[in-house]
């Protein structure tokens, strides 16, 4: 039902006297949304935006993350651990289907996580399923995990989208036709304009007040606003005009949602081509930067400052940002020490506002210390497959929105070309610590040797500034890992 049409509704109801009492509240939303996601597969796909449409809501993985970050139950309702973490027995939901109406079982398990660690997977972060050594199917309901291994944060790895669990009937056309297990089914996909989600009423957990979603794609900030305003949405989780704000929270129609996210926002450097190869021409951009400018121009005040690639929020986090801090004289003699004169790099910018407008900042200061810059302005896919996969770019700003993901650093492979020796071992020993104390210790070398090496400019944590209509409830305040979980979504009045 439109929101426009409510209040008539419920007034004709109540003048009418109408023996059943109040309306009851709509059970549909619409939301919005920066970025198109270029498929619907999460176990095939780097960008964000997939998950913030099937995550828990079309697709389900053994675990999930609750929106306070803790690891919850999903097709798993317990698992046993052995080993010091070396073996992990999932006992898996009965009475699962898929939206097929096939039922789901621990071979759909096995299927999926030996299609996630295959030589030839697409997964984005196959380093998750890297440390497996063996998937034994016990029964219809159970499934032992061993890893080569301890791992004691396994159960954080498969809450991840990208852990999700398909079919082997129908995991080779997910990225346009998925078929989850979740509450939610895929209803339509016009490319460019939306995706809208219905109930699946097999669903073998508790039913979500909605009926029907519908996911609307609005990149332009100017149009997002004005779409809350006009009534056309009814949420916009993420929202790119973060300037209205104010203006949205003092009209009671609708409410501000502030919280936190995982998404270090960062410029991020070719490490792997010259002139970038050199530490000292890293150090220098990193110096030339005025990470509070970029905030307040980009983001309006909101965001917080980072010297290194780690959530604040995190008891393990270590104030770095004075390694980096902006000191301009100290860029100029950089660069005059590595010898580099009339710099000229790339800066390509993908579609949301936090690297359009931090663009145009950081371009300026850049500038002022004497490197030229060549913008570029991508469109996603061109950026996935420019920057993300063919590394063909000097400079990038990209807020990476996976939960505790320093391990990015160590894959030789990945787009900034990094992979320091010294930093793979702390990685390759993280792997293997259970202790709470050790592993803090880990994490800290690791935060530091990153900033240390100025791999990236760091500039700052993005802020989750969402807005929605005052009667809705249950949408994520903070973003533990990309997502609009839609399962406690209702309608109040």
Aim: proline share 7%; no cysteine.
């Amino acid at each position: 039902m439109p929101r426009t049409l409510f209040p008539a509704l419920l007034s004709l109801s109540l003048a009418l006297g109408a023996g059943a009492g109040l309306a009851a509240p709509p059970d549909a939303i619409t939301l919005g949304m920066v970025l198109e996601p270029p498929n619907l597969d999460p176990t095939a796909g780097a960008a964000a935006a997939i998950d913030e449409v099937v995550y828990a809501n079309l697709f389900e993985g053994l675990t999930r993350f609750g929106p306070d970050g803790t690891i919850l139950p999903g097709l798993a309702t317990s698992w046993d651990i052995e080993g010091e973490g070396k073996v992990w027995t999932f006992h898996l939901a009965k009475g699962v289907t898929f939206h097929d109406g096939t039922g789901f079982d621990a071979q759909d398990v096995a299927f999926s996580l030996e299609r996630a660690r295959a030589e030839d997977s697409a997964n984005a972060q196959k380093a998750l399923f890297a440390g497996i050594e063996s998937v034994e199917v016990l029964d219809p309901l159970t499934v032992r995990v061993t890893l080569s291994a301890p791992n004691a944060a396994f159960d954080f790895n498969m809450a991840w989208g990208d852990a999700v669990i398909l079919a082997p009937e129908t995991a080779a056309t997910a990225a346009t036709a998925p078929v989850g297990t979740g509450p939610f089914r895929l209803a339509e996909w016009v490319q460019g304009d939306h995706v809208t989600l219905t109930a699946y009423e097999g669903y073998w957990g508790e039913k979500p007040a909605l009926t029907r979603a519908t996911f609307r794609f609005i990149p332009d900030p100017t149009a997002a606003f004005a779409a809350m305003m006009a009534g056309d949405l009814d949420a916009f989780p993420n929202f790119p005009a973060p300037e209205t704000l104010a203006q949205l929270g003092a009209d009671p129609r609708f409410k501000v949602i502030v919280g936190t996210t995982e998404g270090e926002t960062i410029l991020a450097m070719n490490n792997a081509a010259a002139p970038l190869d050199n530490p000292k021409v890293r150090e220098a951009i990193a110096h030339a930067i005025n990470r509070q400018d970029v905030i307040d121009g980009a983001m309006f005040g909101y965001g917080t400052p980072i010297g290194t690639h780690f959530a604040p929020h995190n008891p393990d986090y270590i104030d770095l940002t004075g390694l980096s801090d902006h000191d301009p004289e100290l860029s100029r003699q950089l660069l005059a020490e590595a010898g580099v004169e009339g710099l000229t790099l790339r800066l390509a910018l993908p579609p949301p506002t936090y690297a359009r407008r931090g663009g145009e900042i950081i371009a300026a200061q850049l500038r002022a210390v004497g490197i030229a810059t060549e913008v570029s302005n991508l469109e996603w896919a061109q950026w996935l497959e420019q920057v993300f996969k063919g590394r063909d770019f000097d400079l990038t700003i990209i807020s990476h929105v996976e939960p505790m993901d320093i391990n990015i650093y160590a894959r030789p492979d990945y787009y900034f070309g990094y992979a320091r020796p010294d930093f793979v071992a702390i990685m390759d020993r993280l792997a293997l610590t259970t202790d709470p104390a050790a592993r803090s210790d880990l994490l800290k070398q690791a935060q530091r040797m990153i900033a240390e090496d100025h791999v990236n400019a760091y500039l700052f944590q993005l802020a989750k500034t969402g807005v929605a209509d005052a009667r809705l409830e249950g949408l994520w305040q903070n973003a533990p890992t990309p997502a609009n979980d839609l399962t406690a979504v209702r309608w109040t009045e």
